[in-house]
T-cell receptor
């Protein structure tokens, strides 16, 4: 399940299940939306992106969905593995070089 | 080589010290970025260099001074910092006009 509070929101899933991480964005003028994975002690790592004129994009085991009507972005991870445990950030980019990151969600994969 | 390197990994400095953080990439990227990340928070953009010219400065205090000596190097000069500046400082690079950023591992800065 998912918990939100004073700490980073956490999503706990069983190994092998699918994960869905959600993100709300604020800027209607954002051109690209990007998902990053940040493991402990490391910098963020690019996972997948989607342009504002698309509503779905698939990668290897990951799918990003974009709903511009409600300004919502989601990242779906299929067959979640222990190595997927990390903090996931969505980010939005405008037509310049300005990247704004969302608050992040910690994904915890249970054995 | 798809790596962004940052030195030092850790830095402890007093409020009267002057220090510098260094970032290097050899991917031919012409956009380089500095971010600040506090614990359990997302990275916050501080500076963007595009073709070695400062293009975005997100209202960062003047005690942080960026420098881009060439297309592979990015420095962040620190002077008279405050304890609340303690954070992880991340460097990233990307192809110009491309949004896939490559991040370094960061420098963990503690201001005493």
């Amino acid at each position: 399940g998912e918990s939100v509070g004073l700490h980073l929101p956490t999503l706990s899933v069983q190994e092998g299940d699918n994960s869905i991480i959600n993100c709300a964005y604020s800027n209607s003028a954002s051109d690209y939306f990007i998902w990053y994975k940040q493991e402990s002690g490391k910098g963020p790592q690019f996972i997948i992106d989607i342009r504002s004129n698309m509503d779905k994009r698939q990668g290897q085991r990951v799918t990003v969905l974009l709903n511009k009507t409600v300004k919502h972005l989601s990242l779906q991870i299929a067959a979640t593995q222990p190595g997927d445990s990390a903090v996931y950030f969505c980010a939005e980019k405008d037509y310049g070089q300005n990247f704004v990151f969302g608050p992040g969600t910690r994904l915890s994969v249970l054995p | 080589d798809t790596e962004v390197t940052q030195t030092p990994k850790h830095l402890v400095m007093g409020m009267t010290n002057k220090k510098s953080l260094k970032c290097e990439q050899h991917m031919g990227h012409r956009a380089m970025y500095w971010y600040k990340q506090k614990a359990k928070k997302p990275p916050e953009l501080m500076f963007v260099y595009s073709y070695e010219k400062l293009s975005i400065n997100e209202s960062v205090p003047s005690r942080f001074s960026p420098e881009c000596p060439n297309s592979s190097l990015l420095n962040l000069h620190l002077h008279a910092l405050q304890p609340e500046d303690s954070a992880l400082y991340l460097c990233a690079s990307s192809q110009q006009g491309v949004h896939e950023q490559y991040f370094g591992p960061g420098t963990r800065l503690t201001v005493t």
